[in-house]
């Protein structure tokens, strides 16, 4: 059984069509990017997967579960965790607090596995452990999004999707963040990512889908959609 299964999904916003007719699968331990122009969809995606947009049509499987409005927490506890574009760290909160948030909707986590997880996210990401005491407003963007991805990791998701995790950051530090989480699907999880720079994000996917105008128009493992660096530059616009 494949990790989400999406068939058909149509999406409107106030009465406009947004989505159309998308067909999605991923598959458990891969590392799926959706890319696509400003507009194209990618984050009203990510949004009705995560139920907090009400489809118009289609249907949407995790797990082999259709979801039908299932409020974000519960699917988090289920495993299916949402970095939003922007990140939305709590800036006044410290790199602890807000890593703790993290794991602290999650019922029937003891203290002893909430602190092993805390320190397996200082692991992957050293300078929040640096850090772990000041308040995350004080980070730069890139150590932003690892707290926001090492927040996520806290819940131990089976579905991890992120939203422009690149956004307004150095090209060496977006490379770290995507080798993070290509080892993160080598590790069993699965991970989708939405991304308007192509080039890095394909580079490392399994599997690559093209957006435009709220319809998937192209779909093939990461490495042959970069062969083809004209036609990724005629959809990206
Ligand atoms: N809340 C909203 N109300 C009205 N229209 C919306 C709303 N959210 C998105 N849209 C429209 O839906 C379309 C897709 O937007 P979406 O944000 O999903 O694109 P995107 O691919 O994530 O773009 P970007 O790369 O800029 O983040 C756009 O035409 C946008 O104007
Ligand atoms: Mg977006």
Do not use: C, W
Request: glycine share 12%; aromatic share 2%; proline share 5%.
């Amino acid at each position: 059984m494949s990790q989400l299964e999406i068939r058909g999904l149509g999406v409107a916003i106030g009465g406009n069509p947004i989505l159309h007719g998308i067909d999605l699968t991923l598959e458990r331990g891969t590392l799926s990017a959706i890319v696509g122009a400003n507009g194209a969809g990618k984050t009203t995606l990510l949004r009705a997967i995560s139920q907090l947009l009400a489809p118009s049509g289609g249907e949407i499987r995790f797990d082999g579960r259709v979801l039908a409005g299932t409020p974000p927490h519960l699917l988090a506890r289920q495993g299916l965790v949402h970095v939003p574009q922007g990140r939305q760290i709590i800036a006044a909160l410290t790199v602890e607090q807000n890593l703790l948030i993290g794991a602290g909707s999650l019922p029937g986590l003891s203290g002893a596995d909430r602190e092993a997880r805390l320190q397996a996210e200082f692991e992957r990401f050293p300078v929040l452990r640096e850090r772990r005491a000041l308040s995350a407003g004080s980070l730069s963007g890139g150590e932003q999004q690892m707290l926001a991805i090492s927040r996520a990791l806290m819940m131990k998701p089976s579905l991890l999707m992120l939203d422009e995790p690149s956004l307004g950051l150095a090209p060496q530090v977006v490379s770290r963040i995507l080798a993070t989480l290509r080892e993160l699907a080598v590790g069993g999880m699965t991970v989708l990512l939405v991304e308007q720079v192509a080039f890095l994000a394909l580079k490392y996917a399994d599997a690559g889908h093209v957006m435009q105008n709220g319809r998937i128009v192209l779909s093939a493992p990461g490495a042959e959609l970069l062969k083809d660096k004209a036609l990724i530059e005629g959809y990206l616009g």
